[in-house]
Nanobody, 119 residues
């Protein structure tokens, strides 16, 4: 059984960089990162889900064209983790951020973490 857990600060100031980590438990590191893609998704209050980007099986990175200029996704295979950085945040980036397995079809999800952008 694969489980995902997001971690990071719940409050970020405007213009700063939001940084989150997703820790994967279950499955081997080799299987996790060489057989599956891993995504970040967010949901602002009162809005729908927004796919932000993913890291692919071979380490390829895919970004939403709407966020590409501000988003960076990376992985640390030694820790079974992958990370999200979103730069120059504004209050509009306030959302629940979730990590998931997959790039198009997402089959395992974390519980999500609330990130608020405010002074």
């Amino acid at each position: 059984q694969v489980q995902l857990q997001e971690s990071g600060p719940g409050l970020v100031k405007p213009s700063q960089t939001l940084s989150l980590t997703c820790t994967i438990s279950g499955g081997s590191i080799t299987t996790n990162f060489y057989s599956y893609s891993w995504s970040w998704i967010r949901q602002p209050p009162g809005k729908g889900l927004e796919w932000m980007g993913a890291i692919g099986r071979g380490g390829s990175i895919y970004y939403s064209p709407y966020l590409k200029s501000r988003t960076s996704i990376s992985r640390d295979t030694s820790k079974n983790q992958f990370t999200l950085q979103l730069s120059s945040v504004t209050p509009e980036d306030t959302a629940v951020y979730t990590c998931a397995r997959g790039k198009i079809a997402l089959d395992y999800w974390g519980q999500g973490t609330q990130v608020t952008v405010a002074e």
